[in-house]
T-cell receptor, first 113, second 111 residues
Framework: AQSVTQLDSQVPVFEEAPVELRCNYS??????LFWYVQYPNQGLQLLLK??????LVKGINGFEAEFNKSQTSFHLRKPSVHISDTAEYFC???????????FGAGTRLFVKA | NAGVTQTPKFRVLKTGQSMTLLCAQD?????MYWYRQDPGMGLRLIHY???????AKGEVPDGYNVSRLKKQNFLLGLESAAPSQTSVYFC??????????FGQGTRLTVV
């Protein structure tokens, strides 16, 4: 069975600083990987996804992530954050050919002025 | 397109009462899911469906039942609500090789 570990529960960062949110996964087969964002009192929105091909994936709002198969990681990065990036971020994994998307516990990003 | 729509958005139940949460999607997706979200625990899968007429248990199915009589709808039922079922419930749907699309959530409080 697959699993996802988000290594930081909270990440405080100053506005315009770079940020990295870490995600490791476990699976015995090939996977698809996703990052979602959740703003307060809203549902989850897709930030970016890795299905195949280039291991560097670019998403919305200036975010990007790199798939590292050898380290089973899919870390999310942004070179310069804004106050509006304050939200909770979820990493998720889906086994290729599988039915269930499994989510990490989430990382709360707090951007300070 | 409306995407994924959940009803109701808020509900307060007394212990022992029953209720049904409705999820509707208009994207012709085969797969549908019910998750619950609790602080510090991310999203945990309750039940899912891989097509009309099918259902399967997820990580935390106890106390819940589901039905998928029509492809576009996925119902989540609580037969006898307990305070431990206080949570935010999310429905999601996806196509074969796509990401999941989420509804806006249902905030349920059981007193």
């Amino acid at each position: 069975a697959q699993s996802v570990t988000q290594l930081d529960s909270q990440v405080p960062v100053f506005e315009e600083a770079p940020v990295e949110l870490r995600c490791n996964y476990s699976s015995s087969v090939s996977v698809y990987l996703f990052w979602y964002v959740q703003y307060p009192n809203q549902g989850l929105q897709l930030l970016l996804k890795y299905l195949s091909g280039s291991t560097l994936v670019k998403g919305i709002n200036g975010f990007e992530a790199e798939f590292n198969k050898s380290q089973t990681s899919f870390h999310l990065r942004k070179p310069s954050v804004h106050i509006s990036d304050t939200a909770e971020y979820f990493c998720a994994v889906l086994n290729t050919g599988g039915f269930k998307t499994i989510f990490g516990a989430g990382t709360r990003l707090f951007v300070k002025a | 397109n409306a995407g994924v729509t959940q009803t109701p958005k808020f509900r307060v139940l007394k212990t022992g009462q029953s209720m049904t949460l409705l999820c509707a999607q208009d994207m012709n997706h085969e797969y549908m899911y019910w998750y619950r979200q609790d602080p510090g625990m991310g999203l945990r899968l309750i039940h899912y469906s891989v097509g009309e007429g099918t259902t399967a248990k997820g990580e935390v199915p106890d106390g819940y039942n589901v039905s998928r009589l029509k492809k576009q709808n996925f119902l989540l039922g609580l037969e006898s609500a307990a305070p431990s079922q206080t949570s935010v419930y999310f429905c999601a749907s996806r196509g074969l090789y796509t990401e999941a699309f989420f509804g806006q959530g249902t905030r349920l409080t059981v007193v």
